[in-house]
């Protein structure tokens, strides 16, 4: 079987490389430095490292997909995000959790809404139903999730905060709804007009998770290490 290799003047491969790697190294150290925090973050690290463990073994599929046929991997790319998106939404959750008793509806909210999201997404990307009508759930999906954490009981919640972990979520939301908002204009720009080639698609894609997943969880971990008495774990 013929092997394709990875180009030097392939940018948008070296970014899946790259990210791979990046993922790789972040995962090794969530893990490893979740023991030296204090034990009601730890979920936090579990979490964190879950995320980029999942998106480093779907990089590297999604790496040979792209060095190999030189197309987008929509379905690997979604079969990623179904995975660690919701890991990432229930993230707030925990958050809160770690420095006050909060209710489970926020858990399940944020886990749901990200279904909505994800799911009315791939649905349309893949033809399964009509692009205009997935572009609207999936937003729909997003729109609840910003509702909930600006808003909604998670957004009340934060606002009665203080200190780091105040910090941590405002931080994290405004990841959610800044750095997640390259991936409706990618449906609209890729999908819907077609404006937008697959070679800047995949590129913003790639740096976008990489803020998205790999940022997210360093701010956690930070947050954590600073809210850890020295000496204790």
Request: with cysteine; proline share 2%; charged share 10%.
């Amino acid at each position: 079987m013929k092997t394709t290799l990875l180009q030097s003047s392939d940018i948008t491969g070296i970014t899946f490389w790259l990210i791979s790697m990046a993922l790789l190294a972040s995962t090794f150290f969530f893990w490893i430095e979740r023991n030296s925090v204090k034990a009601s973050w730890r979920t936090s690290m579990t979490l964190s490292g879950l995320v980029t463990g999942i998106a480093f073994v779907h990089y590297m599929y999604m790496r040979e997909v792209w060095v190999s046929t030189g197309t987008s991997p929509t379905v690997f790319r979604y079969i990623d995000w179904l995975l660690t998106v919701p890991l990432l939404m229930i993230e707030f959750y925990f958050i809160l959790s770690a420095v006050k008793k909060v209710s489970s509806g926020i858990f399940w909210r944020l886990f749901l809404g990200t279904l909505v999201m994800l799911i009315g997404g791939y649905l349309g990307e893949a033809g399964y139903m009509n692009i205009n009508a997935g572009f609207i759930i999936g937003m729909a999906g997003w729109i609840f999730i910003l509702y909930e954490v600006f808003s909604g009981e998670a957004g009340r919640e934060a606002a009665r905060l203080s200190g780091a972990a105040k910090d941590c979520f405002e931080f994290c939301k405004w990841i959610v709804t800044i750095g997640w908002s390259v991936y409706p204009l990618g449906y609209l720009f890729g999908y819907m007009t077609g404006s937008a080639n697959e070679v800047t698609l995949n590129l913003v894609y790639n740096l976008a998770d990489f803020i998205n997943k790999i940022l997210f969880g360093l701010v956690i971990y930070k947050t954590a290490a600073s809210l850890t008495p020295a000496g204790s774990k």
